[in-house]
């Protein structure tokens, strides 16, 4: 069965520090990938997506991903992190039946 | 900026009551969803749409229904509420195909 794995259920970086949240799928064929971020009392908002071609994807709010099919991947970065993007960020691939799977998310702190 | 509501965003009620949770969206997408969210967990579907009188149970066993009667309106009832109930629910919609799901702010229903 499909699946989706965020190996880290917390993070916190400092602000202006780079910033790298991973990601690991389960599917056999070529997935669709995205990731999307929660705010506290928000629903989820899609930062990016990777459906295929160049398999570094740019998003909003400046942050990239990158999908590595060797290793089954596709880490969320951004260079610089602010302290507004502290949230819940969730990690989602598209299954068989086009069903989203999502991971159970990684909640990042930015310490100022 | 969101196309798609959901109402109320809060509720806290008794035991055994009958709770209807609203979802509706502008943007004519044909698929919608419902998802139950819980603190450090993945989402769950719980139910799906592909259209008007379409309605499927996802993944997670849940005691709700839900009805598809207009392309816009996707609500989900529970009959009689138990405090194993307590979650956020929240609402998704899309166009067919792979396509990136726009969710809601969410419902967070406490059942006491």
């Known amino acids: 069965a499909q699946s989706v794995t965020q190996p880290d259920i917390h993070i916190t970086v400092s602000e202006g520090a780079s910033l790298e949240l991973r990601c690991n799928y389960s599917?056999?064929?070529?997935?669709?990938l995205f990731w999307y971020v929660q705010s506290p009392g928000q629903g989820l908002q899609l930062l990016l997506k990777y459906f295929s071609g160049d398999t570094l994807v740019q998003g909003i709010k400046g942050f990239e991903a990158e999908f590595k099919r060797s290793q089954s991947s596709f880490n969320l970065r951004k260079p610089s992190v602010h302290w507004s993007d502290a949230a819940e960020y969730f990690c989602a691939v598209v299954a068989e039946n086009n069903d989203m799977r999502f991971g159970a998310g990684t909640r990042l702190t930015v310490k100022p | 900026e969101a196309d798609i509501y959901q109402t109320p965003r809060y509720l806290v009620i008794g035991t055994g009551k009958k709770i209807t949770l609203e979802c509706s969206q502008t943007m004519g997408h044909d698929k919608m969803y419902w998802y139950q969210q819980d603190p450090g967990m993945e989402l769950h579907l719980i139910h799906y749409?592909?259209?008007?009188?379409?309605?499927e149970k996802g993944d997670l066993s849940s005691e709700s229904t839900v009805s598809r009667i207009r392309t816009e309106h996707f609500p989900l009832t529970l009959e009689s509420a138990r405090p194993s109930h307590t979650s956020q629910y929240l609402c998704a919609s899309s166009e067919q195909g792979v396509r990136p799901q726009h969710f809601g702010d969410g419902t967070r229903l406490s059942i006491l």
């Open positions: 749409s592909y259209g008007v009188n379409s309605t």
């Open positions: 599917y056999g064929a070529t997935p669709y």
